[in-house]
């Protein structure tokens, strides 16, 4: 059984964490820089933005990552240092700065940024930020450290989840950036999750890649894929329990906590879109292979028009058919049944492919709630899918029409 | 040489239009049924949307058409059509109708539908309106044609020019209706365009199909593509050429002087976009293939987060460089330069994929203008293409959070 914990990254143990302002914003209360640390190297995996467009941290994690060991993870907010000529420097540089600091080498730092693309990032920041960063490290720095990597993220994204693997409590905890850019392909904006689990860096990398298919690759808040996508785990091994071996039933049992809490941190990513007001879920089910439902289900929460009509509490499920045709050329949506269902109860609004007679007016109290499902059974086959998104609202355009200057 | 003229599908010899209020919509003062006839039956080519939820008026369109000909179009706005049990039979009730009025088989009509998805139509306003329609056919009919066509659209759209073509003027021209779910793909939402160049069905539907891939497969305004998107051709043949032949230099002319009208109408669709106050293009050269280059232009007028900085005229080239590396996994935009231009005039504002020093205040200006052309060289290759959108503003939030009710 999984317990759900209200936590961060130093819930596992062998973590600690902590979040600084080191004067990378201007806004002198917000923290900008955070830091993971384990107590020693330790292994850890990672997945990177499919974008061309690479920020020159990732390509510097990349290369840091290759033994599949990590020290530390080190995140600014502020900028994405990226599209710079001297961007994979300053990355380096930042590395090595607290590896001196950590007493690390700085090959085991895991590097990331967030933030305006193509501004030129200096070091001065880092080199005031990271011994403060260093010195402020505790066992119940997560929420300090899920705050300094918020750009225009309004709610703080940690979850964190335990359950018995080969009989010894093991856990997960994460944080999360999201907001605006959010379309992951292979990982989301930033990403950070910890574990005491003992697991090789193999296995864990295979852990990671299963999970984001169905977790952070099924989120969308505008369909742009950032350049700067990370999500990277760090295992500290210290539960105590047999080393996980990939595909038996304890990898099953790590895989199901992992994904309580990417999921979780999905949800808070969506629901915390760039102006949001509600969370929006699909449930495709019926579908005739996995990989049509996914591109159903994101199709559906993707929609500019569906996202807009969600945020009038519009019934207009006509786009929802909309975007299932235009989801994949072999999609056959003339036998689905869509329903909307909240916390104000359900209402079926399509059988079959075609409109059946509701009333609006239930319609608009189930879609005037903040969490909105939309249920979709294409009656095609077996398989299903989720995705998440938000809606679209005059904010996101607000907070997009003038987010550099 | 190609003249071009403010006017519309009645341009070409052979054509009559007209555009009645026939009770689709509410508002009595809004035409919204329209029709464009030719004298007798004359080749026809069309293109339709690849959602695989297919507006009923596109299957028994593609029906009629399957012979190459047709006599007439007919097209109401105010309700798609599309997602109705009874859908077809709609579609050819109202092609029959329309071919008793006219003395025609109602195998040579073409029909089509925009408005709302999924609301049962009814014969009714069919009843009432087709007799009106062919009573008040007329050679000066092409604007009330134009304008019953509309939907959120919040200004007319049609094209008209002309050229030699074996020593004969030829001419073309188009109306059509865009506004929102516009990211065509094998057509846009509706384009009827006359011609009365002598050629055969199989030359103009391959004419067609090649126009298509730079004009109206080009544009995107949300990136919804939509079920009832159609862009049909007629071709009365009165102009007194030459039967013009594929891959002739005759063909080249024509297809020139088809997409002179084919690009007014893309400019003119994305220009008027739900909400838009800005008509936004993309110019891409210097890409390693067409493909990577149309993929490049179209990512880049079709990112939400570059939408809404054009929106704030914010010089945000990040975003630039962010959607030029997630349009395709094969694209370099290592060595990119990006420009702004505008009546104002230009300003570059990354060079080798980096940025570079520019004034704010000039690129404020540059921005400041209603027509943004988004200049990117990739310096990958020959290939160029253009795509056309428009700004992400608050009303574009506005019309679409409660467009059904």
Redesign the interface.
């Known amino acids: 059984m999984i317990k759900i914990y209200d936590d961060g990254v130093t819930f596992p143990k062998g973590f600690t964490a902590s979040g600084v302002h080191a004067g990378i914003r201007k806004n002198k209360l917000k923290r900008d820089l955070a830091l993971i640390a384990a107590e020693k190297s330790v292994p850890a995996a990672a997945v990177y933005t499919?974008?061309?467009?690479?920020g020159a941290p990732l390509i510097v994690t990349k290369r840091h990552l290759e033994n599949g060991y990590a020290r530390a993870i080190i995140c600014n907010s502020g900028n994405?240092n990226?599209?710079?000529?001297d961007g994979e420097e300053i990355a380096e540089k930042t590395s090595e700065l607290l590896g001196r600091c950590l007493g690390a080498d700085a090959g085991d730092v895991i590097v990331a940024s967030t933030g305006?693309?193509?501004?030129?990032l200096s070091m001065e920041p880092f080199e005031r930020g990271i011994p403060e960063l260093v010195n402020t490290l505790s066992a119940e720095g997560g929420k300090d450290a899920a705050e300094a990597i918020m750009t225009t993220d309004t709610r703080l994204k940690q979850a964190a989840a335990e359950c018995l693997i080969g009989g010894r409590p093991v856990r997960v905890g994460g944080i999360a950036k999201g907001s605006?850019?959010i379309?992951p392909?292979m990982a989301t904006m930033l990403v950070f999750v910890t574990t005491d689990a003992a697991i090789s860096p193999e296995t864990l990398q295979k852990a990671v890649s299963l999970d984001v298919r169905d977790s952070f690759n099924m989120i969308t808040v505008?369909?742009?894929?950032?350049?700067n996508d990370m999500f990277a785990v760090m295992a500290s091994g210290q539960a105590g329990n047999d080393e996980i071996k990939a595909m038996t039933p304890e990898f099953e049992k790590f895989s199901k906590l992992l994904s309580t809490v990417t999921r979780t941190l999905c949800k808070k990513i969506a629901a915390d879109g760039e102006g949001a007001t509600k969370l929006l879920e699909c449930r495709i089910s019926g579908a005739a292979t996995k990989e049509l439902a996914r591109k159903a289900a994101k199709a559906v929460v993707?929609?500019?028009?569906v996202k807009?009509?969600m945020?009038?509490s519009?019934?207009?499920?006509?786009?929802v058919?909309?975007?299932?045709?235009?989801s994949?050329?072999?999609?056959?949506?003339?036998k689905a049944d869509v329903a909307f269902v909240s916390a104000a109860g359900k209402i079926d609004v399509?059988a079959s492919?075609?409109?059946i007679d509701f009333s609006?007016e239930t319609a608009k109290s189930v879609l005037s709630e903040n969490e909105i499902v939309i249920d979709v059974d294409l009656h095609c086959g077996i398989f299903g899918a989720v995705a998440w998104g938000c809606d679209?609202?005059?904010d996101?355009?607000?907070?997009?029409?003038?987010?550099?200057?």
């Open positions: 499919l974008n061309t467009v690479k994405a990226t599209c710079n000529a305006v693309i193509g501004q030129r605006g850019m379309n392909n505008d369909g742009d894929t950032s350049t993707g929609s500019a028009l807009a009509a945020f009038g519009d019934a207009n499920w006509g786009r058919l909309c975007a299932l045709g235009y994949d050329t072999a999609l056959d949506a003339g399509c492919g075609s409109g609006e679209l609202t005059y996101y355009v607000k907070i997009n029409g003038d987010y550099r200057t």
